[in-house]
């Protein structure tokens, strides 16, 4: 296990102090922090911070200080969050790292920024009525591609990282799970995955030059969802029911969706190239060759199922990638499978992680996570 990382916020610092909690991490057995640089809006029950017990931080916000340079040619830009206005928390941390031998990777949000899409309605998804999702950019654009591109570059060159952590670099579904969703109308697993294709002018333009009919798919979702809509709560009996049988009927959707994936992979690639020449390395979740730690998620798993789920990541991971298995500390949070409860199920879904082929975790996240949980962590890492 060459890593074990501990993902924390802006705010663990400005309330606690870079340096106390830099010792108590590395005293917990930390080797790195994954802080995070921009991210999405959240509300925050935090049981141990000195100052505040609850925190709405703020949507889409930039925890460092952006070089404005880097993002002459979009028109997304980063804005700093308030907390940060005064303070560059990436380099005031970065310049203490050294002395509690830990090492910094910059956990970075891409395309899931409500602000942005608010402001820049074109540049993000749109299913297939044209709707837009203001909390999801999609990748198949120009001007959100530089956008990540200059973030990554930015952190990558200007602060002491070993690493940058690309989260939802992909497309983003309806659900967000903020202001208030409703729905009174039960929707299938099929109508939900057809209400999250993108149909922006630049996915659809992605696709016919790749040859492949974008309007032609975009009706047939469209005329499936009117449908499926104008009978509920009943269901039409020769609709499709699996997205499979819905293949059948519009077998262009999956050559429109490799589109789709073709454009998040040569987003990271891209990212990829401006990051080797700063020696700086790039980690993500998809499974994309450019990465070079692919993450995989372990939030409620047993550890029989985190020796399964590390085995095939493993299994199918480039020559050169390596393994990073994360683990969610805590009790179980609602309408989610159940967190590490005790010491040790920490140490066995380490183990399960370590016995498969992980080369480093990580937990998360130390500020949600009641201080006794965080104690298990040096049990589960010791030896």
């Known amino acids: 296990m060459n890593d074990v990382a501990v993902c924390l916020f802006a ?15 590395a005293e917990l057995g930390a080797t790195s922090i994954f802080l995070a640089s921009v991210y999405h809006a959240g509300w925050f029950l935090l049981p141990h911070n000195p100052k505040r017990k609850c925190h709405f931080c703020e949507d889409g916000a930039a925890y460092f200080h952006p070089d404005a340079s ?12 308030e907390i940060a206005a005064r303070t560059d928390w990436f380099e005031k941390v970065s310049r203490r790292l050294d002395t509690y031998g830990l090492r910094m990777t910059a956990w970075t949000v891409c ?17 297939a009525f044209g709707d837009s999702y203001p909390h999801a950019l999609t990748p198949a654009s120009e001007a959100v591609r530089r956008y990540i591109r200059a973030l990554a570059v930015d952190l990558a060159g200007r602060y002491r990282l070993r690493s940058v952590f690309l989260e939802a670099p992909n497309y983003r579904g309806r659900k967000h799970g903020h202001h208030h969703e409703r729905e009174l109308v039960a929707l299938g697993d099929l109508e939900n995955a057809l209400f999250d294709v993108s149909f922006s002018e630049h996915d659809m333009a992605a696709a016919c030059a790749a040859g492949v009919d974008a309007e032609h798919v975009r009706r047939r979702i469209r005329d499936h969802l009117h449908r499926y809509l104008g009978a509920a709560p009943d269901r039409p009996s020769d609709l499709p029911r699996t997205m499979e049988q819905f293949v059948e009927r519009c077998p262009a959707l999956v050559d429109y969706l490799a589109v789709l994936d073709a454009r998040v992979t040569s987003l990271v690639t891209e990212i990829k190239d401006d990051l080797r020449p700063l020696d700086v390395e790039l980690e993500g979740v998809e499974p994309i060759a450019a990465y070079d730690t692919r993450v995989v998620g372990a939030y409620g798993r047993t550890p029989q199922e985190i020796a399964r789920l590390t085995s095939e990541a493993k299994s199918k991971a480039a020559p050169h990638q390596r393994i990073r298995v994360g683990f969610r500390l805590g009790g179980d949070p609602p309408g989610q499978k159940p967190a ?4 040790e199920k920490a140490r066995q879904c380490v ?25 298990w962590i040096r049990h589960a890492v010791s030896g």
Do not use: M, Q
């Open 351 to 375: 183990r399960a992680a370590e016995e498969n082929g992980a080369d480093s975790i990580f937990f998360y996240n130390y500020s949600e996570s009641p201080l006794v949980c965080l104690s």
């Open 11 to 25: 705010w663990d610092f400005c309330d606690e102090g870079v340096d106390p909690l830099l010792e108590r991490l």
């Open 70 to 81: 880097l993002y002459e040619n979009t028109p997304l830009k980063p804005r700093i969050a």
């Open 111 to 127: 395309n899931h920024n409500t602000p942005l899409g608010l402001a820049h309605p074109r540049h993000t998804v749109r299913n």
């Open 340 to 343: 590490i409860g005790n010491p």
